[in-house]
């Protein structure tokens, strides 16, 4: 899926866009808005700020948007399809658990890196206003189907017991959230979190304790 070029700080011209472009205008809007949901929070973002930070009128971002709550709830589905269309995309011919786990901590590492925009916002939107204010999220399916692919694999493969299974999924759960939390704008803290997972995973961070002194 493609960036537009105003999330990168290019200039772009003010007005309604030709009708040809209205996807693209559509994910203007969307990164536009998750940079700013993610910088200024929910309470503090107008759909006039996207619109700026966009290139584009209030017109036009309400002609694809019809209230700032239906924008945030876009913005959340797409952070979450770009995230883990690109997990999906780095695990593919892994061939083991283990080995696909290593490609998302490596994937996630690079997506922080560049886009720590989007990780910002998909971190704090679940906490950040409650259904009242905002309504029930949608459910972001992407991280559902990717999350249940590498277990349906590792089933597979006989790595994971369909038993294990809910725990396996606790634990990726808690490895991704908390390695955004901890990594997200620190790339050293970032890089120590990645490898010492890796070696956690690969059971060589902690050793094993020696067997109990047998006394005669």
Request: charged content about 20%.
């Amino acid at each position: 899926m493609s960036t537009p070029a105003a999330v990168h700080g290019e200039p772009r011209r003010r007005g309604r866009p030709p009708a040809g472009v209205a996807e693209q205008t559509r994910l203007a809007v969307l990164d536009a808005a998750v940079a700013c949901f993610a910088d200024q929070g929910y309470g503090s973002t107008s759909l006039r700020t996207i619109a700026e930070r966009a290139g584009l009128t209030a017109g036009s971002v309400y002609h694809h948007f019809p209230s700032k709550q239906a924008l945030y709830h876009a913005a959340y589905l797409y952070a979450f399809e770009v995230v883990y269309l690109s997990y999906e995309d780095s695990v593919v011919g892994r061939g083991s658990l283990l080995a696909e786990l290593n490609a998302m901590l490596d994937r996630t590492s690079v997506i922080m890196e560049t886009n720590q925009a989007m990780v910002a916002f998909i971190s704090k939107s679940s906490a950040e206003l409650s259904p009242r204010e905002l309504g029930p999220l949608p459910q972001p399916v992407p991280w559902e189907r990717f999350r249940d692919g590498m277990v349906h694999r590792a089933v597979e493969r006989g790595e994971l017991t369909e038993a294990d299974a809910r725990l396996f999924q606790r634990v990726f759960a808690t490895l991704l959230w908390g390695l955004s939390s901890v990594g997200l704008r620190d790339p050293v803290a970032r890089a120590e979190c990645v490898e010492g997972l890796k070696r956690l995973l690969a059971g060589t961070l902690v050793a094993k304790a020696p067997p109990p002194a047998l006394h005669p």
